[in-house]
């Protein structure tokens, strides 16, 4: 074997010694509000044991490709026993992952489950048929000048959508393709985390605007992983904005329903089988919507519309949870005056048709960091109102996750006026949103290796293996000092 020319080491973690979470992670949460303090400690990676766990190899044409001379199973344990391994984005149960490794000058990503670890390769027999070389772009794009600030795929803000099971993690960068006109990103790519195999859900023409153009936005599994659904923004379908099924089986590609408005990447699969679906409007003006997607692709909407004379409302990120029930809207005041606004949450709850809480808006306190309400009555009437109360009293939400089972959110704040970029996190009980500083937590510090690809826009994921900040990496609850 050709002597690696290099083993990128990744992260160098402060190693803490962590007590195991005996409780669910909702459950230690619980704990901690009741003693009034939140605590996090820098973790390592959780991952299989190499020693023992099952290596899956690629195809000898990736090494082949990649400039490396093919190893065995014997040789790929002792490259992985010497590497540290970056994590990018963990499933719900904190077991299955991807992330990358890098090995021979080439950014090698990879799919871990429980006992299993897979370097991940393209399988253009699975999934659909490719017409237009995306399996290609994918390999010259990711596995040879690898952007490694980039993560696994050119990983965005949309992130990893994962399968309840961790089974499937696919990744869809529509919202990068719209901007970029790049297709190669919009194709949803699903990874199968027992195999390593890397297939697409479908393709397109790289011309976006042809007429056999199009990309993906969001998605979400059924529960039970039998299919993926996916907003596309086609014409190929007779909706311009169309939600799809692909059977995960037969890779069938089924149009679920259609709508007038562009979907968010927000979706999101309930406990009662239904889809939860934010409906983005092409206008500022124009009012949003939620929407109920039933599996005969019934739908139900409710429009969402808090606006006075000079501002409104503008949703531009949700969360929802089908264990609790829980839904978040992260929201932006649009106004005549003041670009860009300040930001609020509208919390809603499945049980009621996510009507109760519409007309309630959520804000941070700067003083006290606490979550404050302001229905429509209380917001202000005119520009010098608006400025005098949103310009140093509430804080900027940038960034909002639901935790594994649904009951609590971390939220990353920003300071307005004065302290105007300082920022925190905070843990926020949903029940009664009542609010806790998220202590032993660095956001000072800036990690490539879990940025998002380039953008600017701060992301968190949450899973039982704990918060993985964009930040500074995986940050567990710390149970006992």
């Known amino acids: 074997m050709k002597k690696l020319l290099a083993i990128l080491l990744i992260l160098s973690m402060l190693l803490c010694a962590l007590p195991a979470l005996a409780e669910g992670f909702d459950d230690a949460l619980d704990a901690a509000f009741e003693a009034g303090r939140v605590k996090y400690t820098q973790a390592n990676f959780p991952l299989p044991d190499l020693a023992t766990c099952e290596i899956v190899a690629p195809p000898d044409e990736l090494w082949q490709?990649?400039?490396?001379?093919?190893?065995?199973?014997?040789?790929?344990?002792?490259?992985?026993?010497?590497?540290?391994?970056?994590?990018?984005?963990y499933a719900p149960d904190g077991q299955s992952g991807i992330g990358l490794l890098a090995v021979g000058g080439a950014a090698l990503p990879f799919a871990m489950s429980p006992d299993r670890l897979a370097i991940i390769w393209p399988r253009e027999d699975r999934g659909v048929q490719d017409a237009y070389g995306l399996m290609d772009k994918v390999y010259h794009r990711f596995y040879f000048g690898q952007d490694l600030g980039a993560g696994p795929f050119g990983m965005g803000e949309e992130g990893a959508i994962w399968s309840p099971t961790g089974r499937y993690c696919c990744?869809?960068?529509?919202?990068?393709?719209?901007?970029?006109?790049?297709?190669?990103?919009?194709?949803?790519?699903?990874?199968?985390?027992?195999?390593?195999?890397?297939?697409?859900?479908?393709?397109?023409?790289?011309?976006l605007l042809s007429e056999d153009g199009g990309c993906w936005i969001?998605?979400?599994?059924?529960?039970?992983?039998?299919?993926?659904?996916?907003?596309?923004?086609?014409?190929?379908?007779?909706?311009r904005y169309t939600l799809v099924r692909y059977d995960l089986e037969t890779f069938e590609a089924t149009p679920c329903a259609g709508f007038e408005v562009n979907s968010l990447p927000a979706m999101a699969m309930l406990a009662d089988g239904n889809i939860f679906a934010l409906l983005d409007c092409r206008k500022n003006d124009?009012?949003?919507?939620?929407?109920?997607?039933?599996?005969?692709?019934?739908?139900?909407?409710?429009?969402?519309?808090?606006?006075?004379?000079?501002?409104?409302?503008?949703?531009?990120?949700a969360c929802c949870s089908a264990e609790s029930g829980w839904a978040l809207l992260r929201g932006a005041f649009i106004t005549a005056d003041i670009p860009g606004g300040y930001l609020g949450l509208q919390r809603l709850s499945a049980a009621n048709g996510f009507s109760e809480g519409a007309e309630t808006l959520w804000v941070l306190s700067a003083d006290t960091q606490q979550f404050e309400t302001l229905d429509m009555a209380q917001l202000p009437d005119t520009p010098k109102e608006w400025a005098m109360q949103f310009a140093d009293r509430y804080m900027q939400i940038l960034d909002v996750k639901l935790s594994p089972n649904g009951r609590y959110a971390a939220v990353l704040a920003m300071m307005n006026g004065a302290r105007h970029g300082e920022t925190m996190l905070l843990m926020v009980r949903l029940e009664d949103m009542a609010v806790l500083p998220v202590q032993g937590v660095d956001l000072g510090k800036t990690d490539r290796w879990v940025m998002g690809a380039g953008t600017g826009i701060h992301m968190m994921s949450w899973s039982e293996a704990g918060l993985l900040l964009s930040t500074s990496g995986l940050w567990q609850l710390r149970v006992q000092d």
């Not at 990649?66 to 970056?86: H, N, T, Y």
């Not at 979400?220 to 007779?238: G, I, L, P, Q, T």
């Not at 949003?288 to 531009?316: N, Y």
């Open 218 to 239: 969001g998605g979400c599994f059924a529960r039970d992983d039998s299919a993926f659904y996916a907003m596309a923004v086609a014409h190929r379908y007779d909706d």
């Open 286 to 317: 124009d009012p949003q919507a939620l929407a109920r997607i039933a599996p005969d692709g019934s739908v139900e909407t409710r429009e969402l519309l808090m606006k006075g004379d000079f501002w409104r409302l503008r949703v531009a990120s």
């Open 171 to 207: 990744v869809v960068n529509g919202m990068r393709v719209l901007r970029e006109g790049r297709v190669e990103f919009g194709a949803p790519l699903m990874v199968d985390t027992q195999t390593g195999e890397l297939f697409a859900l479908d393709a397109f023409n790289p011309k």
């Open 65 to 89: 490709f990649a400039g490396i001379e093919p190893m065995d199973e014997a040789q790929m344990r002792a490259v992985l026993a010497q590497a540290e391994l970056a994590v990018f984005s």
